[in-house]
């Protein structure tokens, strides 16, 4: 039995060139095969991945506009606010001056002192009061400029990055 196993084994031996050569071939053939498809896959992954970062940029970029546009809509509300409360404050400092509350009507009054200066009292409370909220309107203003600063150079640098991530 021995001498048989022997015999079998000769025979593939004598065939032709050896088998271990073609694999060889065949393995550097499939390696040259897979190392140009990685470095193809390779650069589109790059290539994805670049127009990624433009889409990422450009949607940064839009959010930010229309944040940019909602600070101007929301200095465009405080203006005109402050506007009416700065003509409330007009009116009630013409009605402070000594003139004209002297020459205020207190018909039917016994003391028209007292109610002239119930009504100065009355007035400088108000003046107090839209002060205040000029005060408040004040700061909501410069908060407000001070973002749309703010959001104005982050528009320009991720302008700037689009068009250098656009550049091939």
Known sequence: MFTATVSA?????????????????????AIKQLTSDNERLRARVSELEHKLQAVSLRDHLTQEEQRAENLQTQLITVAEKEANVQSQMDKVDEQLRPENLDNLPVYGS???EEARESNRRRLNNEKLRLQGQLDLISQSRIR????????????????LQLQSSLRP
């Open 144 to 159: 407000l400029q001070s973002s749309l600063s703010v959001s104005d150079v982050l528009i320009q640098t991720l302008r």
């Open 110 to 112: 016994l003391r028209p």
């Open 9 to 29: 084994q000769q025979p593939t031996a004598a065939k032709g060139p050896a088998p271990t050569d073609k694999s060889n071939a065949e393995l550097r053939k």
